[in-house]
């Protein structure tokens, strides 16, 4: 069999398309009989369920080919299509988030989400009730009469989120939309957008993202598409395979972040294949360790007893702002006693559990044993330390052994800070103590025996 009888995944895909490029070019004429080509004669579609990337060198048209994919730009050349519809005779329904968060500082942040649905004619009391939904999506719950100045720059992108969300788009177009953002705020912003797709919180169909970043591109999207330069191309189209959520240091991850590297930066030769995508399944040593919020063990029982107070429900910014906390204070509170599972996240809601409820109900001593019995049912960490020190003779283990396993997921600095956290809440459990002179952990009944034996020799 000849292989062009057999469709590549992108003509395979184009059936079902959303939006589809045919042979779209663009290019300014000039004075001449020249032209500046821009983009070359180019073939692209979007299809449902997935997250597009889009990536090249500056000048390669990424955003050129942006606006022609969501109608906001004619090609020289070529045509586009939205459900098999011409675009510029279709009613379509995209929405783009930029990098620059684009806000009507005169507005306040209910009124800038709501500025696309008033556009569209929404009743007053309709596009309020969408807008406030989704601004509790985004986690801006409370911030509705906040202005613009007001904010952190992963505020307002999380409100340009929302302004593009609420009028329900089938494909949600974005334009190297965390460049603008610190490394922090942009990383929880990625993560918050693939917990929203994971759970289909967002009402879309589709995502385009153009982005600069290769690590971003493989994070994030479903599907790389790679544009060369001079005029602009598709120099590969791939799909990733790796399943969600990914990680940064594994070795297919790292192959996939090398290759495209490579297809970016030799313009001049051909593309290699895709290197094959699979990842090794991990034994219990090397399974993925859960990111430990930096919290203490008292932080989460002062926050259950007051939930409970509460009524046992409350909205985490509402909280905040009682307390006189900052949102970035408390959250760390609330992810540790969710990751414990004294209490889960219910539409920006902290809502107590049934152990929650006992933990904060509780004197010290059974508190301890409701954290201890916690911390070995839901964290990975702890549990290997508590297991190791009972297999070992002499009940002792030094803490690099552990430090090396968390370097393999975090930075040396972030592996610290974890061991720090763990030795923390694995004192307070009982689960072990640790001699910081000598870095070692023990085990408590094994300390105590040879205490007791040392006095017996004397």
């Not at 009989?33 to 821009?38: G, K, L, P």
Request: aromatic content about 8%; proline content about 5%.
């Amino acid at each position: 069999m000849q292989t062009a009888d057999i469709p590549n995944a992108t003509q395979a895909a184009a059936v079902d398309a959303i939006i589809r490029a045919e042979k779209i070019e663009k290019y300014y004429a000039q004075p001449s009989a020249n032209r500046i080509q821009v983009i070359s004669a180019t073939d692209l579609s979007i299809v449902p369920g997935e997250i597009l990337a889009l990536l090249g060198p500056s000048g390669s048209g990424k955003s050129t080919m942006l606006r022609m994919l969501s109608g906001l730009s004619t090609p020289s050349a070529g045509r586009v299509y939205w459900h098999e519809q011409p675009i510029a005779e279709a009613e379509i329904n995209v929405s783009i988030v930029f990098q620059s968060f684009a806000l009507f500082p005169w507005l306040t942040v209910l009124e800038n989400v709501e500025a696309p649905l008033q556009a569209r004619g929404v009743a007053p009391e309709e596009r309020r009730a969408r807008s406030m939904k989704m601004l509790d999506t985004v986690g801006l719950d409370g911030f509705e009469a906040a202005y613009p100045k007001e904010l952190s720059g992963g505020m307002k992108q999380r409100v340009g989120f929302a302004r593009a969300l609420v009028v329900e788009p089938e494909v949600l177009f974005m334009d190297e939309p965390f460049s603008a953002l610190d490394v922090l705020t942009a990383e929880n912003l990625r993560s918050e957008l693939l917990e929203l797709w994971a759970n289909k919180t967002m009402p879309t169909k589709a995502v385009f993202l153009v982005t600069h970043n290769i690590e971003e591109a493989v994070l994030l999207a479903d599907r790389i598409v790679v544009l060369g330069r001079n005029p602009g191309h598709i120099r590969t189209d791939f799909r990733v395979q790796l399943p969600q959520p990914r990680d940064r240091k594994s070795e297919a991850f790292t192959q996939l972040v090398d290759y495209i590297y490579k297809v970016l930066t030799r313009p001049d030769t051909a593309p290699a294949e895709v290197p094959e995508q699979q990842v090794k399944v991990r034994d219990q040593r090397q399974m993925r360790y859960q990111m430990l919020p930096h919290a203490r063990p008292g932080g989460m029982a002062g926050l259950l007893e007051l939930l409970l107070d509460k009524g046992g429900r409350d909205d985490i910014y509402r909280m905040a702002d009682d307390l006189a906390f900052e949102i970035d204070d408390l959250l760390p509170i609330v992810d540790a006693a969710e990751l414990l599972g004294f209490l889960k996240i219910e539409e920006g809601d902290a809502v107590i559990t049934e152990s929650g409820a006992e933990f904060a109900n509780s004197e010290i001593l059974r508190q301890k044993e409701l954290f201890r019995d916690a911390a070995l049912g839901h964290i990975l960490l702890l549990r290997q330390i508590r297991r190791a020190l009972e297999t070992k003779s002499d009940h002792t283990v030094p803490e690099d052994f552990f430090l090396d396993m968390l370097d393999e997921q975090f930075s040396d600095e972030e592996s610290l800070r974890q061991m720090e956290t763990a030795v923390a809440w694995g004192r307070y459990a009982e689960l072990f103590d640790y001699d910081s002179g000598r870095r070692r952990f023990v085990l408590p009944e094994a300390q105590d025996e040879g205490i007791a034996a040392s006095e017996d020799v004397h």
